[in-house]
């Protein structure tokens, strides 16, 4: 089966919005079979749009259209495709009645221009919008033996997901079941891409020439290696491919695609009943934010402080004035007294600490900017790494952070 | 001139990477006046690759390829599109060289698998790359009268953007001069894309006629407003549109795209000398987070305070055990105290505080999920707003940290 992803919108070839589509609907679509084997983005421009429709009418069984189905002027798609399709528009009532409630709802009055949002190519099934004024639409598309199928999804993330989990889901499975597809990632820290390549490249050899995909994707410190098949066999090869690789990688692979380090951290200390206090100072609280992601964390995360200035470190987590002046904030010392006061302050069973130098401005000879010291408390005692992560600002909180997780996870693991 | 651009990697597809190249590779040649007009992802697969090439190859005039020149099994960009344009490979000794002096800077072996990368393409420019192995590709097609370039980078963004920035610009700049486009994004809040456009078509109408393209992007809570031109006359008519268009959203217009809300706090209290504390419950560390990805925000943020357990709040910003046995965390009154005590604890001029139910769990009859009290403090007082964000955990997060930035930015103004 053939899939392909249309995302309209100029914003997205302008790089003003990120295509968070094509990852949303891309793993959701890989995850039940369907694999998508090439993603366009057009602009919101009436000939593009039908230019890239036709090209995957041409090619695709299964073709999913984003974006466009808005009021504004330059949200064009529904008619763009109607007039692709040859089906003349008609307006339907149910969908001018639901407007009509979407709007009494909130107590605002109705637009006109949203009555375009309830013109609907004949033949088309609508896809209501829960959280939104412009519908879907799936239409089936005859082309001799095969049956094609044709959707149209709204733009934004809140209106598309739900619509495409509740109704688009179920309408796939029915319509255009799919062959078995099996992918699992594994998440490695610790050894370049090359290094790893070396490792495992050749004994998966005979498991490539049953069908294995294999697939590298290298991000800052980290590496993920994707295991993948189609079709009946998938599960076995996919199953075999990782008992062979997991022992040759001992040590490198920190989590799997599934379940990200935050969630298998935030699980594991509350089936242990234990809690976190964390206190980041060049992190800006990205390890709270990360941490704080996961639904539940309010059973284990007691408090995040975010020490930035000197004063706050002394204050919120009892770090000596002393040792500030002896060593600086970005310092072994500091780290130590950072966990080890915040886990004080809290009762937390864990604490974690992380002061450093993000830059671009605050180096020094002695501390260029990158340099990092994090620490990982807890009653057995306080372990402190020193790191230097040569990064942009943004990368440089990423990769620390990631750092924390796994120092926290060996840690956690070990007790 | 025509400009595409081919992401190359089956982890897109697959949805395991978000495609970040799109968006900043779009951004950054549009704000150089190379307007991308179509994007397409392909796998890391021979035919695939190939094709996307081809058909670009039969348009554009300037085409650039992301990733597949890694040194693993699955990087084939550079010999598939050394094929597709019938120039053998040649090994370039200035990389094997590189490559030797990278790896043995890290005291690391060079995996033989590393020389692939240095296979160059007869007549291609070679593009260094300061932060990993994969040299980019610079290729000059001969296609009749017109000039073509195909421009290959690294798939990691740390790589790709240095060398875009630093050779791929000038080269672009000498040899491919762009025609005038200017775009200017306004964000607004507080109101609906569709009473938006109301406001403000009808007056713009001459202005598109002479060739403003208007473009709208609906966020959760937020709707960008787009106002771009081509050629010489572009600026004017951006700066017409602009001028027109902002009294009659005057007070909904919260940033424009140059520059985020979070920067321009940053800059405004730096200027004015004046510091900031945050005491954070249900956004978990966001909103410090997004403050201090901007460079300089230690001169301004003393602390954040991620109070998530009651305990935290009492200890870390002075709440009152008995005002929060009294109204729940979640109230009005601690939201206040939060932010007094955080101003408190800190000695900030500013304070703000968020207190609420992200959900999934922790909802009840009275205070459901998506419940939050926001409050803002200095000297002059301190103000609370109730909200109810019903959105899925991370979107809560997002809307109510900009609405934070928002109220923050509003009392900043006034003060």
């Given at each position: 089966m053939i899939v392909e992803l249309i995302n309209t919108g100029s914003e997205l070839l302008l790089g003003r919005t990120l295509n968070t589509h094509q990852q949303w609907l891309g793993r959701q679509l890989a995850d039940r079979g369907y694999v998508v084997s090439r993603q366009v983005t057009v602009a919101d421009e009436g000939r593009a749009i039908q230019q890239a429709v036709r090209e995957s009418l041409g090619r695709a069984d299964l073709i999913l259209v984003t974006g466009g189905l808005g009021p504004t002027s330059d949200d064009l798609t529904r008619e763009l495709i109607a007039e692709v399709l040859g089906k003349p528009l008609r307006e339907d009532p149910a969908i001018v009645a639901e407007l009509r409630r979407y709007f009494a709802a909130r107590n605002r009055p109705m637009p006109a221009r949203n009555l375009v949002q309830a013109q609907v190519p004949e033949g088309a099934r609508v896809l209501a919008n829960r959280n939104g004024t412009a519908p879907g639409l799936a239409m089936k598309v005859a082309a001799g033996e095969r049956a094609q199928w044709l959707i149209l999804l709204p733009g934004p993330p809140r209106e598309l997901q739900p619509m495409f989990l509740e109704q688009v889901v179920p309408l796939l499975e029915r319509e255009l079941p799919a062959e078995g597809f099996v992918c699992h990632t594994l998440r490695t820290s610790g050894l370049g891409e090359s290094a790893l390549a070396e490792l495992i490249d050749a004994p998966l050899q005979p498991l490539i020439a049953e069908g294995l995909e294999l697939g590298y994707c290298a991000r800052p410190g980290l590496v993920d290696v994707r295991l993948a098949a189609r079709g009946g066999a998938a599960a076995g090869i996919v199953a075999r491919a990782e008992a062979l690789v997991l022992p040759l990688l001992a040590g490198h692979v920190y989590a799997d695609d599934e379940v990200d380090l935050e969630t298998t951290l935030i699980r594991e200390l509350t089936e242990r009943g234990q809690t976190l206090a964390l206190a980041e100072s060049c992190t800006g609280g990205l390890l709270a934010h990360r941490l704080t992601n996961?639904?539940?964390a309010s059973a284990v995360l007691l408090a995040g402080l975010v020490t930035y200035a000197n004063a706050a470190k002394e204050r919120?987590?009892?770090?000596?004035a002393e040792l500030l002046a002896a060593h600086g904030a970005v310092s072994e010392p500091v780290a130590r007294a950072l966990a080890e006061g915040a886990r004080r302050a809290t009762g937390a069973d864990y604490a974690v600490a992380i002061t450093g130098i993000a830059g671009p401005g605050g180096g020094t000879p002695d501390k260029p900017v990158g340099t990092v010291f994090l620490a990982v408390s807890d009653a057995a005692g306080t372990d402190v790494i020193p790191q230097r992560h040569q990064f942009d600002r943004v990368t440089f909180k990423e990769v620390t952070t990631q750092q924390a997780l796994n120092l926290l996870w060996r840690r956690v693991r070990a007790g």
């Open positions: 996961v639904p539940g919120f987590a009892g770090v000596p």
